[in-house]
């Protein structure tokens, strides 16, 4: 059920634009965004503390780098991975085709396709900050959790401390802005936005914060990753404006390796 401050056409037009991004930018992320976050994504199924039997939802799965690792470390979980992009589905089905206790469906983490309190452990890596309406979304996170069920999550910190949201920040000002307010990489820097209505919901969190750090051979390297995939309808002229802001404020010197240093927050929690 939606919070009623948002109206149905805005929330229809914020998915098709976000899961337009994300389809665009499945491949490059299977080749190579994916890698910049293999460290957390371990640090997380360390959190996730999986024990055998459990029913483990992994929300916003991406490219299914979570969900495969669970798969092959885990034979005895059931492993379900959702996310909103058919793309990204696609390359997560492929990833778990050989794992008979895995699978991956098209699913939002605002309509997650399980029954109640039947999910022992719930991941989200890095998705939370794209749902559009965080309180209805957090409401079905909770709904989903057995009692005594857990959430291992992580989300960005702001600029200051992320690259990538800073990165981001920059090549938003010369695009129109999203359909919505609050959606993004940063969106959830502020992490209350979230963990309040979790709390609502029987779902007590802790949070900490960790340092991750990849190495970019160049920029061209990054901006192949990164943008080029969902740039396509950009005019050129946008984008090597773009391009010579991203030089002046994050990366003077271009032809040289740059450190993308980016803080999460992670967050684990447990239902009542
Ligand atoms: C940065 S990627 C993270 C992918 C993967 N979990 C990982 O750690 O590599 C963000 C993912 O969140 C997904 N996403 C966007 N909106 C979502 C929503 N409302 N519910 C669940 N996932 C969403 C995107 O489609 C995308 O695959």
Redesign the pocket.
Known sequence: MPSDKFQKNDADRAHLW??RM?NNAADS?RETA?LM?SQ??DDQIALAAVQPGDRLL??????G??AERVATRHADTTVLA????ER?IEHAQSRLESYPHAEARVA???ELPVEDASVDILT?????M???DKTA?AAELARVLKSGGRIVASVWTGEETSDLVRFRAILRSFVPPPPMDGLGAGALADPSLLLAPLADHGVTTETTTRDYSYRFPNLDTMWDALVTPTSGHLEPETIAAMHRAVVEQMWPEPDQPRDFRNRAILITGRKR
């Not at 992994?58 to 490219?63: E, F, N, Q, R, S």
């Not at 959702?82 to 992009?85: F, I, L, M, R, W």
């Not at 989200?124 to 939370?128: E, I, N, P, R, V």
């Open positions: 976000i899961r994300w992320y994916e976050f957390l994504v992994d929300v916003g799965c991406g490219t780098l979570l959702v996310d909103p992009s990204m939002r983490a605002e989200a890596s890095l998705s939370l794209f749902m559009i979304g």
